[in-house]
């Protein structure tokens, strides 16, 4: 259900980006419990003039490895389980990307259960 | 009104994906309510290892003919209403281009109707 | 905090590019007031069969200059304030970038505050 987008800057490898979706996935099972099988990544390159971002708004020191992940999900996690969400995805593209965690940025989006279909033409989490 | 992001793999024609869009409107048009002429679309097509999706969540099968359909829309509609949304488009898609509809994935993000300017500055849906 | 979404149609120049994503953060430091380092823009080009706007829906009448600017930011500003964004961003894009404000579309996708992580894995906005 998360439809997760994953922008970063152009040049990076294809194993480097593997890792990268590897670890927010296994981030996303590991604290919001979403199924291993539940997995829906678009990932995004840019070139340095399209990839704009500050780097060190509140004092987090960011480079070129940036990796901005916007998650669309749905709503009603609690607030300590989106922390945890933060911190494992970040703890997790250190370990398995080599990322620094000061170059993970996250944003979700949250949204009705209603509002996916997974196929088929269903809203398979309406109840 | 509603912004539609529609993301698919590389190499299909740009007769398939006209009518890939085509028939998302359509859907909008007929299930939604959305005037004709309402129509903002951004087509994006990915390189296999940057899209990726779960061939077989939910027990739905699906193919490198997957569709990733996000939908920005103003909040509102009846959870009967968004259920035919789904349905119309895995419908036509199948029907207009050809697809399995085992290869339409759709969410949609709801914002609030004052949450759109259509051009000259101007917040065109706010009452 | 704002993730800024900027989708327009290729060929435009660097120069051009820069100048729209100034602007739209001059109007986002001037209306909303965010903090002038908080910047993270994403630009993407199109070509024409993947980039579909009504060239008169509403009567505005747009052209291939068109920007389409998608911002998520967490959500409490007013009306007014919103409407005083979209505004700013269509006066700073036709004086400092030269569009047509018919040329200026903006959806918001409002989120909690507790949405952001800028890095390091933490949720600096959450209180």
Chains 1, 2, 3 share one sequence.
């Not at 997760?4 to 296994?26: D, F, Y």
């Not at 678009?42 to 070139?47: D, L, R």
């Amino acid at each position: 259900m998360p439809l997760v987008r994953i922008s970063l800057l152009a040049g990076k490898s294809e194993s480097h980006k593997q890792k990268v979706s590897e670890a927010i996935h296994r981030a996303l099972v590991e604290t919001i419990a979403i199924p291993a099988q539940d997995r829906f990544h678009i990932i995004t390159e840019h070139a340095p003039a399209d990839f704009i971002y500050d780097p060190q708004y509140l004092n987090i020191q960011r480079t070129g490895d940036l990796v901005i992940i916007q998650i669309a999900l749905s709503a009603g996690r609690t607030l300590e389980v989106r922390k945890a969400l933060y911190r494992r995805v970040a703890d997790l593209l250190h370990q398995e990307a080599g990322l620094r965690k000061e170059d993970v940025f996250i944003n979700l989006v949250e949204t009705a259960k209603e509002n996916w279909s997974f196929g088929t033409g269903e809203a398979q989490y309406a109840t």
